[in-house]
């Protein structure tokens, strides 16, 4: 007896494939996919357009961008060489990762056998690899003085919070208290009469790097602004072990925003760790955070900031989700700012 063909709908797709919809509509716009229609012109994913999809997604997190998707699946595979390589790095990086953490463990059965108990601090160390930050401080105004730890950094960070939240002084707390951090405001565009476009033209290196950026980024749906290119030249000038940056998403589109998210998950060479302010989906869209990426939350009650899990059901996730708007929502709220009412 024959197999019946399973088609689904684009969000049981979604979820088999362990992406959004949103991502599958843009897979669909880059003329990657193209689901079947019923007869009533839903869309309908049927095996063959799984197939092709899963592809999608398997190159996806290899780092390559859609123009470079769409040129493997069409037969050319010479961006394929780059995107292996950056895999076995990193996964390189996780066997030397993975081998300190052995040899950690070892140290601590030795000592337990000689009859030392390991703290808990050695324990939560087992936890993460052995290059993880552990930053600590106590909070400033609108808390009250209560301390606010991170055990591990990661590669992504996202800071988020409604207005008036504290996310920001949050931010810049991190940015003070991180060795090598730096803490990139709205102020983008220039900052002591130094723009972005000066920057650029009296650095050759940093030229070609924003250059090769913003190439990437054109394959990827991005609209080229002076928003986008003050970003990248913030982002890939700064020298700096960590870079936190206020409100990622100003002044770039959905598209845009889409392409800048994937453009940092694939990273480059050096790429410091980021601390990420935002309140859009398209920057942080919560079924796609990866391993190496953590979102702290920022309540409005001035509860103290905690790390949030990107589940449904986990402690603080309905309150991250009310934060997030889409693009549209985040243009209109742009400028607005929460005021501490005055008591007379």
């Given at each position: 007896?024959?197999?019946?063909?399973?088609?689904?709908?684009?969000?049981?797709?979604?979820?088999?494939?362990?992406?959004?919809?949103?991502?599958?509509?843009?897979?669909?716009?880059?003329?990657?996919?193209?689901?079947?229609?019923?007869?009533?012109?839903?869309?309908?994913?049927?095996?063959?357009?799984?197939?092709?999809?899963?592809?999608?997604?398997?190159?996806?997190?290899?780092?390559?961008?859609?123009?470079?998707?769409?040129?493997?699946?069409?037969?050319?595979?010479?961006?394929?060489?780059?995107?292996?390589?950056?895999?076995?790095?990193?996964?390189?990086?996780?066997?030397?990762?993975?081998?300190?953490?052995?040899?950690?463990?070892?140290?601590?059965?030795?000592?337990?056998?000689?009859?030392?108990?390991?703290?808990?601090?050695?324990?939560?160390?087992?936890?993460?690899p052995g290059t993880a930050a552990s930053v600590a401080f106590d909070l400033p105004w609108p808390w009250g003085g209560e301390r606010f730890e991170l055990r591990e950094q990661r590669r992504i960070t996202y800071i988020v919070g409604p207005l008036g939240s504290g996310k920001t002084r949050l931010a810049r707390m991190l940015?003070?208290?991180?060795?090598?951090?730096?803490?990139?405001?709205?102020?983008?565009?220039?900052?002591?009469?130094?723009?972005?476009?000066?920057?650029?033209?009296?650095?050759?290196?940093?030229?070609?790097?924003?250059?090769?950026?913003?190439?990437?980024?054109?394959?990827?749906?991005?609209?080229?602004?002076?928003?986008?290119?003050?970003?990248?030249?913030?982002?890939?000038?700064?020298?700096?072990?960590?870079?936190?940056?206020?409100?990622?998403?100003?002044?770039?589109?959905?598209?845009?925003?889409?392409?800048?998210?994937?453009?940092?998950?694939r990273g480059w060479p050096d790429m410091p760790a980021l601390f990420l302010m935002t309140r859009s989906s398209a920057i942080l869209d919560l079924a796609a955070v990866g391993p190496d990426e953590a979102i702290i939350l920022c309540p409005a009650n001035h509860s103290p900031p905690s790390l949030v899990a990107p589940y449904?059901?986990?402690?603080?996730?309905?309150?991250?989700?009310?934060?997030?708007?889409?693009?549209?929502?985040?243009?209109?709220?742009?400028?607005?700012?929460?005021?501490?009412?005055?008591?007379?």
């Amino acid at each position: 007896m024959r197999s019946q063909l399973v088609y689904l709908k684009p969000t049981d797709a979604a979820r088999q494939l362990g992406v959004s919809s949103k991502a599958l509509r843009l897979y669909e716009a880059r003329g990657l996919v193209t689901p079947g229609r019923t007869a009533a012109g839903w869309r309908s994913y049927g095996p063959d357009d799984m197939a092709r999809a899963a592809e999608i997604v398997a190159l996806r997190a290899f780092g390559l961008s859609l123009a470079e998707i769409g040129r493997v699946l069409a037969g050319n595979a010479h961006d394929l060489a780059p995107a292996l390589a950056r895999h076995q790095q990193g996964l390189e990086t996780r066997i030397r990762e993975m081998a300190c953490a052995v040899d950690r463990v070892r140290g601590l059965r030795s000592a337990l056998n000689a009859g030392k108990v390991p703290t808990s601090d050695d324990l939560a160390r087992l936890m993460g690899p052995g290059t993880a930050a552990s930053v600590a401080f106590d909070l400033p105004w609108p808390w009250g003085g209560e301390r606010f730890e991170l055990r591990e950094q990661r590669r992504i960070t996202y800071i988020v919070g409604p207005l008036g939240s504290g996310k920001t002084r949050l931010a810049r707390m991190l940015a003070e208290t991180i060795d090598g951090a730096v803490f990139v405001d709205l102020d983008r565009l220039g900052r002591d009469g130094a723009t972005a476009e000066a920057r650029l033209e009296a650095d050759g290196i940093l030229q070609n790097q924003v250059a090769a950026a913003l190439d990437w980024l054109d394959g990827d749906g991005a609209t080229r602004s002076p928003a986008l290119t003050a970003l990248l030249v913030a982002l890939a000038g700064s020298n700096a072990s960590t870079v936190v940056v206020d409100m990622v998403e100003q002044g770039l589109d959905q598209a845009t925003q889409e392409a800048v998210i994937a453009y940092l998950r694939r990273g480059w060479p050096d790429m410091p760790a980021l601390f990420l302010m935002t309140r859009s989906s398209a920057i942080l869209d919560l079924a796609a955070v990866g391993p190496d990426e953590a979102i702290i939350l920022c309540p409005a009650n001035h509860s103290p900031p905690s790390l949030v899990a990107p589940y449904p059901g986990s402690p603080g996730y309905e309150a991250l989700a009310s934060c997030l708007a889409t693009p549209e929502v985040r243009a209109r709220t742009v400028g607005v700012v929460a005021l501490r009412p005055v008591r007379g």
